[in-house]
T-cell receptor, first 112, second 114 residues
């Protein structure tokens, strides 16, 4: 059974600081996805990483994938308040069953 | 608007009621999903449909009954629910086994069972 773990679960950081959220998964996969969820809202797609070494950047967020280590990172640079949200990673099990397994989420709070 | 539309946005129902949640997408996707999101718990996959055939039922109680009449529409019929079923129910769609773009989620239905 595929397991996806994120850490930390909760993160408070000051504006202007840098930090990284980690996503580990338990079985072979080369496709990983990051989503953002604002309170009471749905999930918004941020990044799709489809191969080992893939790196994607959008604004202050950068995501990378290391399939050998079964690890993805979401790096936040010079955080701003608007980035406060819950971030989820999700992994495709590669079993061709069109199903993603989600991590537990990281609740990020940016403090002025 | 993501292209996946869920109705209603909010629903309050008694334990003896019967109601239905609706999800619609016109993105040309062939797979559709129901997820349950409860407070302090991970997203739980409930059902998967691919080309309107159910391919996964993740041990969901029979008081939840899905229906997928075509690749663009997905329903979740609810009856005799329990208070612990109160949650955000999310519908998603995808291109199916390629998943090169991941899922597109709807806005969700916030369900409260009283």
């Amino acid at each position: 059974e595929l397991k996806v773990e994120q850490n930390p679960l909760f993160l408070s950081m000051q504006e202007g600081k840098n930090y990284t959220i980690y996503c580990n998964y338990s079985t072979t996969s080369d496709r990983l996805y990051w989503y953002r969820q604002d309170p009471g809202k749905s999930l918004e797609s941020l990044f799709v990483l489809l191969s080992n070494g893939a790196v994607k950047q959008e604004g202050r967020l950068m995501a990378s994938l290391d399939t050998k280590a079964r690890l993805s990172t979401l790096h936040i640079t010079a955080a701003v308040h608007d980035l406060s949200a819950t971030y989820f990673c999700a992994v495709d099990s590669n079993f061709g069953n069109e199903k993603l397994t989600f991590g537990t989420g990281t609740r990020l709070t940016i403090i002025p | 608007e993501t292209g996946v539309t869920q109705t209603p946005r909010h629903l309050v129902m008694g334990m003896t009621n019967k109601k239905s949640l609706k999800c619609e997408q016109h993105l040309g996707h062939n797979a559709m999903y129901w997820y349950k999101q409860s407070a302090k718990k991970p997203l739980e996959l409930m059902f998967v449909y691919n080309f309107k055939e159910q391919t996964e039922n993740n041990s969901v109680p029979s008081r939840f009954s899905p229906e997928c009449p075509n690749s663009s529409h997905l329903f979740l019929h609810l009856h005799t629910l329990q208070p612990e079923d109160s949650a955000l129910y999310l519908c998603a769609s995808s291109l199916g086994d390629t998943l090169n773009y991941g899922y597109t989620f709807g806005s969700g239905t916030r369900l409260t069972v009283v």
